[in-house]
């Protein structure tokens, strides 16, 4: 149980610019990469199985690990990686965390497990870019690619939480329940 007197006003990841939204996206969407809060260690892998700088300074590869899913049963792949990070860079809500991503000159995916990033110049801190809320991964047969998602529909993520219930009390605050996702890696 947690308790906080900071609204959630946004639950689209790639809109999030306050606390308590970007709270609200690190636990129900998924990245490629994760990092505690407060950790000063480098983050971790978590819908990827590995990254890294192999082929060059300015391409990242990440190979995502098998068999992720959407809370709502849609399998996760490659393309919706790409889809998501590209949606975040092409909505660039003010006050996001996009402007982490403003080395990215394009992303491939080869293969349905595989993702590369071609950057622009080199980016030793393009690992922390991939763990921010911008680079959350949404379901590409969900989200729309160039409108933020109204807070009314559900969230649909493949983080380690699902959302029960919503119940937003306008400015009297409101409730929200979350469950472990059963289905979750990472």
Known sequence: ????????????????????????ALNVFQRLMTSAPGDGA??????????GFIESPTIYT???????TFAGG?????????????????LDVPGS????????????????VT???????????FVWALASPAASIVDEQQYDADEVRDPDEPAVGSGPFV????????????????SRFPEYKG
């Open 1 to 24: 149980t947690v308790m906080s007197t900071d609204r959630v006003t946004v639950t689209d990841p790639a809109a999030a610019t306050d606390q308590a939204s970007t709270m609200f």
């Open 42 to 51: 480098r983050p971790k892998p978590d819908a990827a199985r590995d990254c």
């Open 62 to 68: 990440c190979t995502l690990q098998k068999g992720l």
């Open 74 to 90: 849609d399998p996760l792949t490659a393309s919706d990686v790409k889809f998501s990070i590209e949606r975040a860079l092409r």
């Open 97 to 112: 965390s996009t402007s982490l991503l403003s080395s990215l000159r394009r992303i491939d995916t080869p293969d349905d």
């Open 115 to 125: 993702v590369r990033f071609l950057l622009s110049r080199v980016d030793t801190q």
């Open 163 to 178: 959302v029960t219930s919503f119940d937003d009390d306008g400015d009297k605050g409101g409730t929200i329940a979350f």
